[in-house]
């Protein structure tokens, strides 16, 4: 009744007996037929020769691990012409041959191998219950059925690293059906040609800008159309505007600093010039001076926001510097919370620990570790050596002391300033992109002739191409006529992804799913278990 109730692929045994033990439910099972089909002639026997007991782990029972002890008959086969006198009985329906997990455990210990890979899989089983070791988990994966996929038509590729930067394979995708459908351990001209051989279905490619894809593409499907991903376009057209800031990187630099100061009008070089010099000479005074108050570099790096090895330069300077490039450090983790730390260390507050906590409680999670050497430095800067002792009050911080500092303009952020959808740009940014275009009379022609090529790319008005490459050759900037000059070399492609409606975004995504699977196991997975794990049948196909 139990086991036809609960259990209902146990219906064709006979529950000899069971017993708890050491935590395990143990089961004593027989078959209930008293014939045997005979696994080389199909006839079927009822001549029991003798029996033995085979042990194999079934599912959990309310979280328990449960094992089946199955007593198992051998039979005689009588059938003159099989070769074969004595066979044992098989399962089919319970136990794989040879098995020692039932199909059910098999399943669900896939299963979880698939989802969270071999070690976490292995965690993950024992406390659900499920007998399986790490090795187990990585043999079903191993053995997991890839998932069926019908000739592709319009295909994405792209590359996947899967030692980063050294080694490299290819992920291939259905873009009509948004599938994985191959995982290549190489990036290479060859296996992309012969994995097209291979599925003469395909009409359309998406590749990224990469020669060798061309060349495999080309060699495989010469049939097929070539497309370059749209996002590829963007991608390096922005790295040729940053080439371009980069030239220009300190008028940015100051720019940056200025409008933020003020919201005087587009400032000229010289201005842009004279307020970076001043800074450096503020800075190098600010620094010999706080020197001069024996505090620690660390300390007055943390005071003047700049780098430790940039107060050890300045330390090191005998008079104020010249010309020369400026350096930023990004916001020490702890700026954010400085105010409120500042303000109880002045009510009095010297416990780092219960300030930490306090943070934390208030929903912030700065480390632990962070909060203590702010603590420290305070500590260290009002003389207060112990923590029970008040800061006398003369060394109390002002609270509103400001700290922030403007984030530089970077060639990446100006680039993306002119990348930018004009209707989506912040305020702010608005502003700044108005001081940009001001700073140097090539700066509007060279955002026109980027906002169209966006355009280009996000409306796929393909039709614009021939004018936009002529106004670029005859007109733009060095590095823009460099990034036209690469385009030329793979027009056809680079006019298709213009102009068709296909894009490498699914793949892109996938190549995500993948390092995200990749990084599970702590980049130690190798390419075929990777491969398993992104192209098996999802739960629930036939296995
Ligand atoms: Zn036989």
Known sequence: ??????????????????????????????????????????????????????????????????????????????????????????????????????????????????????????????????????RTIVRFVHRAPFASFADPRVIGLDEWAWRRGRRFGTMICDLERHQVID?????????????????????????????????GIRHGAPQAVQIVDRFHLVQNLGEALERFFLRDRRELNTLGTLLHQSSEPTPTPAMISQARHDRWVHLYHQIQQLHAQRLGT???????????PTVYRYLAMAQPPERQRSRHRGQPLVAPFT??????????????????????????????????????????????????RQAPPALLYAEDQDESRPAPLTALRAARLFLAKPEEQRP????????????????????????????????????????????????????????????????????????????NGPTEGFIHRLKLLKRQAYGRAGVDFLRHRILAAPAGAAA
Not at 352 to 371: C, D, F, I, K, M
Request: proline fraction near 4%; hydrophobic fraction near 40%.
């Open 339 to 388: 105010p409120y730390l500042r303000q109880r260390w002045n009510a009095g507050c010297r416990n780092a620990q219960q300030l930490w906590r306090e943070l934390v409680a208030q929903g912030h999670s700065p480390s632990r570790r962070t909060v203590e050497r702010y603590v420290g430095q305070l500590r260290r800067e009002t003389g207060t050596r112990f923590k029970f």
């Open 428 to 503: 702010t940014d608005q502003a700044l992109l108005t001081h940009l275009l001001h700073l140097d009379p090539v700066m509007t022609p060279t955002y026109h002739q980027v906002q169209a090529f966006c355009r280009m790319t996000r409306e796929r008005r393909g039709d614009e191409w021939d004018a936009w490459v002529t106004e670029v050759q005859q007109t733009g900037v060095k590095e823009l006529r460099g990034f036209v000059q690469g385009l030329l070399k793979d027009e056809a492609a680079v006019r298709a992804g213009l102009s068709l409606v296909w894009s």
């Open 1 to 134: 009744m139990f086991v036809r109730k609960f259990l209902p692929h146990l219906i064709p045994f006979r529950l000899l007996g069971y017993a708890w033990r050491d935590g395990v439910w143990h089961l004593d099972l027989k078959a209930r037929r008293c014939s045997a089909v005979c696994p080389c002639c199909r006839h079927r026997s009822t001549a029991v020769h003798s029996s033995y007991r085979r042990t194999l782990a079934d599912g959990p029972i309310a979280g328990s691990r449960v094992l089946i002890h199955l007593q198992v008959r051998r039979f005689f086969c009588r059938h003159a012409a099989c070769s074969r006198r004595i066979f044992a009985e098989q399962f089919p329906t319970l136990v794989p041959v040879r098995g020692r997990h039932s199909l059910a455990v098999c399943s669900a210990l896939r299963q979880v191998g698939l989802a969270v890979g071999g070690r976490a899989g292995a965690r993950l089983a024992q406390a659900l219950g499920l007998p399986g070791s790490y």
């Open 183 to 215: 995982l290549l351990a190489v990036r290479s001209a060859p296996s992309v040609a012969q994995w097209l051989q291979a599925h003469p279905s395909v009409e359309i490619v998406c590749r990224d800008r990469s020669r060798l894809y061309a060349e």
């Open 298 to 308: 660390a300390a007055i790096a943390r005071r003047v926001q700049v780098s430790r």
